[in-house]
C-alpha cells in the first residue's frame, strides 16, 4: 500500500513538477480535499485518473475509503499536504495503517513568501494560523513576544486585520513584517514594512495571505503597545506585562 503526497500549485498551474504530473497519472486513484479543484488541475493536463473526496469530515472514513486501492495520491487544494492542511492526519493513519507514505517536494505559500520577504531566512518558525481565541492564542502571542527568529503565520483575510493588531501588540508598531499575498496569482503583492504600516494597508483585505515578522531582539514592547495587547486579550495588566517580560 502506497500513499503519495502530491503538492499542487497554489495560483499558477505551471507551478507543479514533472514528477507531481507522473504519479497523478500513474495512482489508481487520486485522493483530495475537494474534487472539483483538483479536478481543474488534472483536466488541464489531461490525466484521467479518477479522484476521491477525502477532506477533514470524510477522513474519519479514510481506511474504508482506500481500501479498494494500492497506490493512492493525494491532493490538498493548494500547495504541499500535511501543511495546515488535512494531510498530516491522513499521514498519520496512514503510517498506522502500515502503509509506505511519501512526499514529493514541490509548491507551498510559505517558502516564497519567506524569501521573498527580506527578512531573515537562516531561521525561523512556522506558526501556520494561530488559534482563532481563547487561551491558546494568548499563549500562542505571548510565545512569539520571545521568538527570536522569523516568525511565518498563515492568516485568512477577514481575519487579517485583527491578527495584524494583535501581533502589533506583541511585537510593537515599529516591527519589520512583510505580507504577502496572493502569490503566484495575478494579483500577488509583496508588502514590505512596519506592523502599523501594513495594519494601514491591510485594513479590509482580499485575497490569500502570509505574514512574515522579523525576529524579535531585545526586550518585548511596552508602553502603548503593551496597552493594547492588554484590552485585545482581555489579561490583567499585570500578569501579561508579567508574561512578555518573562
Ligand atoms: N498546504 C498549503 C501550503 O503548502 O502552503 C497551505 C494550506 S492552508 C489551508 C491555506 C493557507 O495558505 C491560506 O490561508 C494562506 O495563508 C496560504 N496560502 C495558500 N496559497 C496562497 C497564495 N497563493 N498566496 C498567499 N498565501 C497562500
Redesign the pocket.
Known sequence: MRLVLVPTP??NLEDITLRALRVLKEAEVVACEDTRRTGILLRHYGIPTPTLRLDQHTLKRAKDLLSPYTYVAYA??????G???PGAELVRLALEWGWRVEALPGP???IP?LVASGLPTHRFTFEGFLPKAGRERKERLLALAREGRTAVL???PHRLAQTLEDLLAVYGPEHPVAV??????VHEEIFRGTLREALERFREPRG???LILGPKAGPPPAGEALARALRAEGLKGKALFQALRE
Open positions: 497554489i495560483g490538498t487544494d493548494a500547495g504541499t499536504p501543511i495546515s492542511d507551498t505559500a510559505l513568501a498563515y492568516e485568512s504577502a499575498r496572493e502569490l503566484s496569482k490569500e495571505f502570509v
